[in-house]
């Protein structure tokens, strides 16, 4: 009766949460098997719980850096660094989406902000506006991977499993679906014989090569003093970031202290100085420094429209997980989730076989539920039986994530399908034509990530 009560609840056009919600009271009030008070008393607990205060912060955080300039510094800066290659705005627009996506950590704040640059500035300099579409599209689904990221906190909070263990995992498969972004961005660049969309400049380049070196060696130079040296954490990390600060007004450098944010985020969290929700605090703190003291575009009015925004969008992310909460819960009190796992184990003995009916599965549910209402509901189901079967839960936590960012370019829900035809002007239907091509890099990533979980666990494994 759960299962139908909440099918029901949903084809009539209510939205997830409240169709969750909704179907665990009619349970209850039809069977009487509990009080219905339950629903209230699960729904707070679901949302009491300290690892969820990252939620808020994390979101600030992006929004924050999204609404202080820091976007046209990045834009400038993968300009400069790869801007002169075949098809050069394209790299460009896979480059800016992997520093972003250090900052934001969702698809639609990258969609939504540096996207809006990118299709302009590619139409300008005459790239059709679906090949704009698609590139950006496809770059946008690195905003979840690579960390922060709030689908991974979400799912962290689910599955209990170490949030920053799974930032450690995005990284290397974040590259790495970069890398097949570029190849395909070279592959359209051969094909129509486009070249370069700013002249080679080797003082320019040599310029981002340096700020990419800084970013680069900054931690790794305090890893040696602290580490090696037996330096004093506190003092030599204050005296490193005061001379960063002083090289930064010193050289005039683009994007070094945005593009610092996921280095001091995942630099805390593995060596302990602050756990991820703290993290999610210092990266509100590190962006109100560089909007408002550092380079000055943050106002007053923006910081409070910036807060509401943020108000707004974590009372929708909270509420789908509060309801989502008594929705797990009744699927296994109800013994549903016990069934589906006897299931898929007397169809299949074998990972393999099991993360393919996954993908498929999840794939299908990310074309029509947002990220956050979908890990609800499919970790209580799917990681149980994931772990029971040998799958380690850190890495089928990001083949789950990645799922459903590229569900997140189809219809007939797919919320950056939708930004992105609002921004480029166009119909639903020619974007999702647009973003097609597109689905072979990141289609070819899924498969590399589900089936070889060492380029996943590598990282984690070397710090937890």
């Known amino acids: 009766m759960l299962k139908v009560a909440f099918l029901f609840l949903m084809s009539g056009g209510l939205p997830v949460a409240m169709a969750m919600a909704g179907a665990s009271l009619l349970y209850i009030l039809f069977t009487q098997s509990s009080p219905p008070f339950v629903v209230i008393h699960r729904m707070v607990s679901g949302i009491d719980s300290f690892p969820l205060l990252a939620v808020p912060f994390f979101i600030l955080a992006g929004n924050l850096m999204n609404n202080a300039g820091i ?38 704040a990258d969609a939504a902000g540096l996207g809006t640059i990118e299709i302009k500035a590619m139409k300008d300099h005459g790239y059709s506006t679906e090949f704009a579409v698609g590139v950006t599209a496809a770059s946008a689904t690195l905003g979840p991977i690579i960390p922060p990221s709030l689908p991974f906190v979400i799912y962290g909070m689910m599955a209990n499993v170490s949030v920053g263990a799974l930032f450690l995992a995005g990284i290397l498969p974040g590259v790495m679906m970069a890398i097949l972004m570029m190849l395909t961005v070279a592959y359209f660049a ?22 990419t070196a800084v970013v680069i ?50 630099g805390g969290m593995t060596t302990g100085i602050f756990t991820p929700t703290e993290g999610a605090i210092a990266a509100c703190v590190w962006s109100l420094i560089l909007g408002f003291a550092w380079y000055g575009t943050l106002t007053f009015k923006s910081f409070v429209k910036v807060c509401l925004d943020t108000v707004e969008t974590t009372a929708t992310v909270l509420f789908i997980v509060a309801a989502a909460s008594i929705f797990g819960w009744m699927l296994t009190a109800t013994g549903v989730t016990t069934d589906i796992a006897n299931w898929v184990l007397g169809f299949t003995k074998e990972a393999w076989v099991f993360l393919l009916l996954a993908n498929v599965l999840m794939l299908f549910v990310g074309c029509f539920l947002e990220p956050t209402a979908a890990i609800t509901i499919l970790v209580p189901i799917l990681v149980p039986i994931a772990v029971q079967l040998g799958v380690d839960p ?14 997140l370019l189809h219809p007939p829900m797919g919320m950056v399908l939708f930004v992105l035809a609002r921004v480029a002007k166009l119909s639903v239907e020619r974007t999702t034509v647009a973003i097609l091509p597109w689905l072979f890099p990141l289609l070819g990533s899924l498969v590399v990530i589900t089936y070889f979980p060492k380029l996943v666990l590598w990282l984690p494994k070397m710090f937890y």
């Open 71 to 108: 976007t046209n510094r990045i834009y400038n800066y993968a300009l400069a660094l790869v801007g002169w290659m075949k098809g050069g705005l394209g790299h460009v627009n896979v480059v800016g989406s992997v520093v972003f996506a250090g900052m934001s950590g969702t698809a639609i």
């Open 394 to 407: 850190v890495h089928f936590g990001l083949v789950m994530v990645l799922n459903l960012m590229i569900g």
């Open 190 to 211: 051969h094909k129509n014989g486009w070249g370069a969309d700013v002249k080679f400049d080797w003082r320019r380049l040599s310029k981002a090569l340096v700020e």
């Open 217 to 266: 060696g900054w931690p790794l130079l305090l890893w040696l003093l602290i580490g090696k040296l037996g330096f004093p954490p506190q003092v030599t990390v204050a005296a490193a970031l005061v001379a960063l600060f002083a090289a930064d007004k010193a050289f005039k450098f683009q994007a070094v202290l945005p593009i610092m944010t996921p280095v001091l985020l995942i």
